[in-house]
Every structure is written in C-alpha cells, then in structure tokens.
C-alpha cells in the first residue's frame, strides 16, 4: 500500500515562530503536494513539486515556501506563522502521469496562536 | 482556468435511504479526469473513483455508483441504501491534460447518515 506520512497529526505554534511540516512518501512518487482544507473552501492547493528541487506555486502560496532535497519528502514552511494559517494541511504524492490520483496523508492540523 | 462546484455544502439522510452528491466542473480542456474522494472522520483522504474525459460509461462499485455526463459537464456520486459508514465528507477532483498536475478540488460535501 501507498503510504504518505505527516510528521505530526497535530501542531500548536506562536505567531511569529517559523514552522516546518514534513510528508514522507514511500511509492517513489514523482509528484508531491500541498493542500490547506478550511471549512467550506475545500482543498486549496499551496505548492506542488515534480521532481527533486523542482517546485511549482499553486493558488495559494503566500506566506508558505516548500523544500525537496530528496524525492521521498516534501517539507512545507511557514516562514512567520500567522493566525491565519490555522488550518488543516495535506500532503499528497502520486505518480506523474495524466491520469493518475493522489494518494494523501493523515493531515497535520495546525493551530497558530 | 478549472473548476468544481459541489452545490451541496451537508446532507443528512436516514439510513437505507439513497443519496445523490452532484459535482459539476469547468474545464477548457478536451482531455480532462474527474475524480471522487472520501474523507471520514479520521481525515485522511480516500481515492474512490476516477474518470477520463472520452469514457462516458456509469460505473457501479456495490453500492456506489457514478454519472458522467459531458453534455451536463456533470459527475454525480450516488450510494444506494446508505450506511452510517458512509458518514463523511466527500470531494469531487479535476484534473487537466495540459494543464498543471495537481488536482482542483471542490468544496466537498459532508453527508450523514442517521441510524
């Protein structure tokens, strides 16, 4: 089976502290992803990654920057966490070919205070 | 640019009972893949179903089945004689040929189903 592993399920921070979220996949998947879900807005996409040290921005990428030093882990960062970007955040990998799905992680619900 | 809507922010429905969960896309792309997730409490998102733009066939899984309809630009999710198993929150996804790789989601629709 596909797993894709969040390194937390849930994280409390500062505003103003710098966050790392890591994902690890286990599939030798080309693509990875992040997602932030909020009530009624469904998954937003942050950024996407294709290949090592290939990044792409989604529709929503300010105040986040992502790193992918090794083709199993995406790290998404928060540079200088905000209330705002409390919320839930989703990794995803899949293969790189026109039709094929993602397959998610757990989530990593994130609460900035 | 693409585009899911899922009109239906939560339903709720008595066990047995059928329910349709209506997903309608926006695309400029004549090569496109729709899909439907399942996200139940635990939050991990579920891959159900996918669909590509040149196969219009319904599809029934056991309980599940879907409606492609291009004419429509429509992907309708029905599960028949529900459970409450089937209480969760359910996206319908696209995805574009030429576009980027990453899927659009819809808004998603909570369903639940009462004993």
């Known amino acids: 089976d596909v797993k894709v592993t969040q390194s937390s399920r849930y994280l409390v921070k500062r505003t103003g502290e710098k966050v790392f979220l890591e994902c690890v996949q286990d599939?030798?998947?080309?693509?990875m992803f992040w997602y932030r879900q909020d009530p009624g807005l469904g998954l937003r996409l942050i950024y996407f990654?294709?290949?090592?040290?290939?990044?792409e921005k989604g529709d929503i990428p300010e105040g986040y920057s992502v790193s992918r030093e090794k083709k199993e882990r995406f790290s998404l960062i928060l540079e200088s966490a905000s209330t705002n970007q409390t919320s839930m955040y989703l990794c995803?990998?899949?293969?790189?070919?026109?039709?094929?799905?993602?397959?998610f992680g757990q989530g990593t619900r994130l609460t900035v205070v | 640019a693409q585009k899911v809507t899922q009109a239906q922010t939560e339903i709720s429905v008595v066990e047995k009972e059928d329910v349709t969960l209506d997903c309608v896309y926006e695309?400029?792309?004549?090569?496109?893949?729709l899909f439907w997730y399942k996200q139940p409490p635990s939050g991990e998102l579920v891959f159900l179903i996918r669909?590509?733009?040149?196969?219009?066939q319904n599809e029934i899984s056991g309980r599940y089945s879907w409606n492609f309809q291009k004419s429509t630009s429509s992907f309708n999710f029905t599960i028949t004689a529900s459970q409450v198993v089937d209480s969760a929150v359910y996206f319908c996804?696209?995805?574009?040929?030429?576009?980027?790789?990453?899927?659009?989601f819809g808004s998603g629709t909570r369903l639940q189903v009462q004993p």
């Open positions: 995803a990998s899949s293969y790189d070919g026109e039709y094929t799905e993602a397959f």
């Open positions: 599939m030798d998947h080309e693509n």
């Open positions: 990654s294709y290949d090592v040290k290939m990044k």
């Open positions: 695309t400029r792309d004549t090569t496109y893949y």
């Open positions: 669909r590509n733009s040149f196969d219009e």
């Open positions: 996804a696209l995805s574009e040929r030429t576009g980027r790789r990453a899927l659009t």
